[in-house]
């Protein structure tokens, strides 16, 4: 029982290329969503997804998709990657609680 | 207002001192209050989740919640080094539906000395 795996650990883009975070669960969870941390502004919402296929966006969506194929699959996708991409990504999933996976820490020069 | 406020510290206490970690709330529908633990570089880690009002106690961990002050607390006794990390508490009106969005505090930074 892996719970939250998110891949890759760290990741390296130029301004412009796209990339997918990857984000999987085990726990059997409708829900599940995307944050960004960033210093001194906390987590933030990107996407959430009720269920497989239902997405909404969250509180920072510019700049990111997102698809929901599968109950265990929930990928976010950089369309063009940009500085102020660069952040600490974590995929949760849970109902009245949520589990975090480990996270994704991305640098875009 | 912002809809949770935690002061972000940092706290530094001695090894085996009691800590109180405070949130305070303005939105009355919250009904699931967590708090989370996270250490450097890696995920927030869900350390005690309360219901409504009441307390919750976890070996050296204790979780109050007082709904009608919209407040919140986490207690750790005989704090150990080990304990020093970041301290986010969040919060959920959660009721029912898929309407599970948390809303964070920014978290609060704690170092145990030994």
């Known amino acids: 029982n892996a719970g939250v795996t998110q891949t890759p650990k760290f990741q390296v883009l130029k301004t412009g290329q796209s990339m997918t975070l990857q984000c999987a669960q085990d726990?059997?969870?409708?829900?599940m969503s995307w944050y960004r941390q960033d210093p001194g502004m906390g987590l933030r919402l990107i996407h959430y997804?009720?269920?497989?296929?239902?997405?909404d966006q969250g509180e920072v969506p510019n700049g990111y998709n997102v698809s929901r194929s599968t109950t265990e699959d929930f990928p976010l996708r950089l369309l063009s990657a940009a500085p102020s991409q660069t952040s600490v990504y974590f995929c949760?999933?849970?109902?009245?609680?949520?589990?975090f996976g480990p996270g994704t820490r991305l640098l875009v020069l | 207002q912002k809809e949770v406020e935690q002061d972000p510290g940092p706290l530094s206490v001695p090894e085996g001192a009691i800590v109180s970690l405070n949130c305070t709330y303005s939105?009355?529908?919250?009904?699931?209050f967590m708090w989370y633990r996270q250490y450097s570089r890696k995920g927030p880690e869900l350390l005690m989740y309360?219901?409504?009002?009441g307390n919750k106690e976890d070996g050296r961990f204790t979780a109050q919640v007082d709904k009608s002050s919209k407040y919140i607390s986490l207690f750790i006794r005989d704090s150990q080094p080990s304990d020093s990390a970041t301290y986010l508490c969040?919060?959920?009106?959660?009721?029912?539906?898929?309407?599970?969005?948390?809303?964070f505090g920014k978290g609060t930074k704690l170092s145990v000395i030994p």
């Open positions: 949760a999933t849970g109902q009245e609680t949520q589990y």
């Open positions: 726990m059997n969870h409708e829900y």
């Open positions: 997804s009720v269920g497989a296929g239902i997405t």
């Open positions: 939105n009355s529908a919250f009904q699931y």
């Open positions: 309360t219901y409504s009002s």
């Open positions: 969040a919060m959920n009106p959660y009721s029912g539906a898929g309407s599970y969005q948390l809303t």
